[in-house]
């Protein structure tokens, strides 16, 4: 078990660029959820998918905001057109589908918009 | 909609003294519930869950939490602090069934003087 993996760990982009992040999750986890944090925040949800199906999507993912899990394993999250209020950390977290939902999270990829 | 807070958003302690981390929760139904911790440098991970039975709970590096259904709580407790324990705890509840997508409070930081 490697645990939760994100790439990059770092991204400075300007603004009006597109970034794409990726999220690998534990391979027998077919949760997967995607948070944003920012500094003296907890995370907050964008997120999430079961298998390769995105089920449920925060009001704060607006439409420069896409994710996909293609293949039910790895996911990528896109941001287009970046503004400087995107800059955060994106968490990925994954789960069992069974249980009580506890979330095994990765390191975070830290964005930053100049 | 679920709403967590948690009262104390820095506190700094000398090794030795005892820990307690406020945490309430607001929703109607049955929740689980959650302590994150996240190390410096490190990603987020569980420090302990409560789903139901015994309200008080233990979890790792001897800490513990007591969910009290009247007052909507679950705070964490440690008796003896050490300048490890330094580190940003999240509260977070989610409602069983379904997308199990937690909301987190807004962290507390702990910082423990050696």
């Known amino acids: 078990d490697t645990g939760v993996s994100q790439d990059p760990r770092h991204k400075i982009t300007k603004r009006g660029q597109n970034v794409t992040f990726r999220c690998d999750p534990i391979?027998?986890?077919?949760?997967l959820y995607w948070y944003r944090q920012t500094l003296g925040q907890g995370p907050e949800f964008l997120t999430y998918?079961?298998?390769?199906?995105?089920?449920?999507k925060s009001r704060l993912l607006s439409d420069r905001f896409s994710a996909e899990r293609p293949k039910g394993s790895f996911s990528t999250l896109e941001i287009q057109r970046t503004e400087q209020g995107d800059s955060a950390m994106y968490l990925c977290?994954?789960?069992?589908?069974?249980?009580?939902?506890?979330?095994?999270f990765g390191p975070g990829t830290r964005l930053t918009v100049t | 909609a679920q709403s967590v807070s948690q009262h104390n958003h820095h506190v700094i302690l000398s090794e030795a003294a005892s820990l307690e981390l406020g945490c309430n929760y607001s929703?109607?139904?049955?929740?689980?519930l959650f302590w994150y911790v996240q190390y410096p440098g490190q990603h987020l991970q569980l420090l302990l869950k409560?789903?139901?039975?015994?309200?008080l709970v233990k979890g790792i590096k001897g800490f513990e939490a007591e969910f009290i259904k009247s007052k909507f709580s679950f705070n964490l407790r440690k008796p003896s602090v050490q300048w490890s324990d330094t580190a940003e705890y999240f509260c977070?509840?989610?409602?069983?069934?379904?997308?199990?997508?937690?909301?987190f409070g807004r962290g507390t930081s702990l910082i423990v003087h050696p």
């Open positions: 391979s027998e986890h077919n949760r």
């Open positions: 929703y109607g139904g049955t929740v689980n």
């Open positions: 977290a994954s789960s069992l589908d069974r249980g009580y939902g506890e979330q095994y």
């Open positions: 998918f079961q298998n390769e199906a995105q089920l449920e």
């Open positions: 409560y789903f139901s039975g015994d309200p």
């Open positions: 977070a509840v989610n409602a069983p069934g379904g997308s199990y997508i937690p909301t």
